[in-house]
T-cell receptor, first 113, second 114 residues
Framework: KAGVTQTPRYLIKTRGQQVTLSCSPISGHRSVSWYQQTPGQGLQFLFEYFSETQRNKGNFPGRFSGRQFSNSRSEMNVSTLELGDSALYLC????????????FGDGTRLSIL | EDKVVQSPLSLVVHEGDTVTLNCSYEVTNFRSLLWYKQEKKAPTFLFML????IEKKSGRLSSILDKKELSSILNITATQTGDSAIYLCAVGLNYGGSQGNLIFGKGTKLSVKP
């Protein structure tokens, strides 16, 4: 069974640009959560999608947005990039999402110059 | 605000040593406690503990949940260099919110020296 797939693996952008990251969950998983991981803050929750609906949202500015498609694949978009957005962005999928185990992808390493 | 605290933040041991990693939590809608191991890439799932399963063991790794003390420990016996990683503790909630369904601690970085 294929795991969670995130693309691209690495991205380099400059301030002010926008970026879109993609996540394909494990087959059958309907919940997709996104996290930002930095050395100082650890894993911080961005948002969760379940059956194409945003179910929870973290405390991030509106520049961070996402969506989920009918096949459960999810995308995350960050507009007007700032230096502080440099991080590893992780996507995790689970069957139902609530409180159970989540399976992570390898992440997208985003660097802002 | 719900929170998960891990200690120590980092630990250096020698091969063959036994280590104990700690995790404590303060949350309002506890459902589960999970341990993950993160090397260079994706966190990989180790254990999930709930009220109905407070002790888990897999090979040299074991974990116990203490619901009274709101804490958990992860034990690794006979450590190997391949155990070097960041160990993440997360608490699963019955109802997610602005912190999501899983709240993570900052992790314990374990380095095992040959």
């Amino acid at each position: 069974k294929a795991g969670v797939t995130q693309t691209p693996r690495y991205l380099i952008k400059t301030r002010g640009q926008q970026v879109t990251l993609s996540c394909s969950p494990i087959s059958g998983h309907r919940s997709v959560s996104w996290y930002q991981q930095t050395p100082g803050q650890g894993l911080q929750f961005l948002f969760e999608y379940f059956s194409e609906t945003q179910r929870n949202k973290g405390n991030f500015p509106g520049r961070f947005s996402g969506r989920q498609f009918s096949n459960s694949r999810s995308e995350m978009n960050v507009s007007t990039l700032e230096l502080g957005d440099s991080a590893l962005y992780l996507c995790a999928s689970s069957l139902a999402g609530t409180g159970g185990s989540q399976h992570f992808g390898d992440g997208t390493r985003l660097s802002i110059l | 605000e719900d929170k998960v605290v891990q200690s120590p933040l980092s630990l250096v041991v020698h091969e063959g040593d036994t280590v104990t990693l700690n995790c404590s939590y303060e949350v309002t809608n506890f459902r589960s406690l999970l341990w993950y191991k993160q090397e260079k890439k994706a966190p990989t799932f180790l254990f999930m503990l709930t009220s109905s399963g407070i002790e888990k063991k897999s090979g040299r790794l074991s974990s116990i949940l203490d619901k009274k003390e709101l804490s958990s420990i992860l034990n690794i016996t006979a450590t190997q260099t391949g155990d070097s990683a960041i160990y993440l503790c997360a608490v699963g909630l019955n109802y997610g919110g602005s912190q999501g369904n899983l709240i993570f601690g900052k992790g314990t970085k374990l380095s095992v020296k040959p």
